[in-house]
């Protein structure tokens, strides 16, 4: 399993934010100018620009080369650094969970598969599945991305069930 380092407080802080979130899942796999990043997020690119410099500032969005546009103009496309796998970013906040719904939102519901589960597991038990669940994720993460596959994206949340004291 990834030892996970704990976040700084400005790394927390650009990672805070839904819409930065939804900015490095839309340059997971292949550079995206703020241009187009604006376009798929249906923003203004002005008002995209300040997060996408606040990801390059941390760390989490690398610029790559520069390229020239359809109208000559110069552009600069930002990769994910996949950066933020790597952090321990404890839930202090609901960003992760609202850039999952602003996604979820957008995708058909035809292929969204949703399961929910209640568990009573002994400490040992609750260990052992933490640490499976998260060696599973942790195998996936790690394979290649296949270009020519499908973009999917997955959200797990472990809670206490405050339904059954």
Request: charge should be neutral; charged fraction near 30%.
């Amino acid at each position: 399993m990834t030892e996970r380092r704990p976040a700084t407080d400005e790394e927390a802080k650009a990672l805070a934010s839904s819409l930065r979130l939804r900015i490095l899942r839309i340059c997971l796999s292949e550079p995206h100018t703020n241009k187009e990043i604006a376009a798929v997020l249906g923003r203004d690119p002005a008002s995209v620009l300040h997060h996408t410099r606040t990801l390059v500032r941390t760390g989490f969005l690398e610029a790559q080369p520069e390229r020239r546009g359809t109208r000559g103009a110069r552009e600069i496309p930002y990769l994910a650094t996949r950066k933020s796998w790597q952090l321990d970013m404890p839930g202090r906040d609901r960003a992760l969970l609202d850039a999952f719904l602003e996604e979820l939102s957008l995708a058909p519901a035809a292929e969204v598969d949703t399961t929910r589960l209640g568990l009573r597991l002994s400490p040992k038990d609750m260990a052992d599945f933490r640490s499976r669940l998260h060696g599973l994720l942790e195998e996936f993460a790690a394979r290649p991305d296949d270009p020519a596959a499908p973009a999917w994206s997955l959200f797990v949340t472990l809670h206490p069930d405050p339904n059954r004291p």
